[in-house]
């Protein structure tokens, strides 16, 4: 298995413009995480579907973060318009909802810098 | 508020000693706690996990320890090698499948 594939690994950017976060979660995975780790405040949880729909958005930033999941293989994060505060990692995650143990299977992490 | 958090930011530790990695969590409706590994540019990465209806659990060279009377979880790393170098998360299971993450700590082994 691939594991959870985001792209792009890298995304620097001027103030102002448009950012799009992409991943693929696990085969099977059903649930699917959005994280955005910084120094200052660590692992934060931004959103999460269940079977492709939203369940909890509320760790959201703002109305600027906006995040889909069209079908059970793709999911995005958008950032319009982008702000160096966002600057950050950006984690996908998935799991099984009745799995075993509940784990979740991180990214490798889209690195934002924005200018 | 309700929070996960270490007690230290940071440690250091001799190759082959053991290495012991607290966390503190204030929600007692939490059943399930998971310790991450998260190596330099990567993402996080399972290491070992407890449900809140036991009090230990081991692993391969690794040991988790829960503690409901006081909402305390640690990490026991034996045999600390220089691989075991990076930021170790706790993560707590508060309500379904969503997942509240610590501060972190970072391992340093020192060969």
């Known amino acids: 298995d691939a594991g959870v594939i985001q792209s792009p690994r890298h995304e620097v950017t001027e103030m102002g413009q448009e950012v799009t976060l992409r991943c693929k979660p696990i085969?099977?995975?059903?649930?699917l995480f959005w994280y955005r780790q910084t120094m200052m405040r660590g692992l934060e949880l931004l959103i999460y579907f269940n079977n492709n729909v939203p369940i909890d958005d509320s760790g959201m930033p703002e109305d600027r973060f906006s995040a889909k999941m069209p079908n059970a293989s793709f999911s995005t994060l958008k950032i319009q318009p982008s702000e160096p505060r966002d600057s950050a990692v950006y984690f996908c995650?998935?799991?099984?909802?009745?799995?075993?143990?509940?784990?979740?299977?991180f990214g490798e992490g889209s690195r934002l810098t924005v200018l | 508020g309700e929070s996960v958090g270490l007690h230290l930011p940071t440690l250091s530790v001799q190759e082959g000693d053991n290495s012991i990695i607290n966390c503190a969590y204030s929600?007692?409706?939490?059943?399930?706690f998971i310790w991450y590994k998260q190596e330099s540019g990567k993402g996080p990465q399972f290491i070992i996990d407890i449900r809140s209806n036991m009090d230990k659990r081991q692993g391969q060279r690794v040991t988790v320890l829960l503690n409901k009377t006081v909402k305390h979880l640690s990490l026991q790393i034996a045999a600390t090698q220089p691989g075991d170098s990076a930021v170790y998360f706790c993560?707590?299971?508060?309500?379904?499948?969503?997942?509240?993450f610590g501060t972190g700590t970072s391992l340093t082994v020192i060969p």
């Open positions: 085969s099977g995975h059903n649930s």
């Open positions: 993560a707590e299971n508060r309500a379904g499948n969503q997942f509240y």
């Open positions: 929600n007692s409706a939490s059943d399930y």
């Open positions: 995650a998935s799991s099984l909802v009745a799995g075993a143990t509940g784990e979740l299977f």
